[in-house]
């Protein structure tokens, strides 16, 4: 069994700072590649950036140069600091972790809100 488990978000005002976090746990022997998806009403979920366990990134346009994704592989933990935060940012962010467990699959949280107001 692994969990992923988000938190940090909350509501912030436009140009503002979060910073979430991914814990994972359970039954792991290696933790691949980690991620930060993001669905905000009425839309589709979408990637904004994920990291290889070596520390290789890549980020959606739309936030390149605001968030920077990065992980403590000896904590398990992926975290997404996001600065200059926009109305546009707003969504619930979903962590995703490729896990080998008893099985390789990639695993989600549950989620946590983040809502910018302007």
């Known amino acids: 069994q692994v969990q992923l488990v988000e938190s940090g978000g909350g509501l912030v005002q436009a140009g503002g700072s979060l910073r979430l976090s991914c814990v994972v746990s359970g039954t792991i022997y290696w933790i691949y590649d980690m991620a930060w998806y993001r669905q905000a009403p009425g839309k589709q979920r979408e990637s904004v950036a994920n990291?290889?366990?070596?520390?290789?990134?890549n980020y959606a346009d739309s936030v390149k140069d605001r968030f920077t994704i990065s992980r403590d592989n000896g904590k398990k933990t992926s975290y997404l600091q996001m600065n200059s935060l926009k109305p546009e940012d707003t969504a619930a962010y979903y962590c995703?972790?490729?896990?080998?467990?008893?099985?390789?699959?990639?695993?989600w949280g549950q989620g946590t809100q983040v809502t910018v107001s302007s």
């Open positions: 995703a972790a490729d896990v080998m467990s008893t099985t390789w699959r990639t695993y």
């Open positions: 990291i290889t366990r070596a520390g290789q990134s």
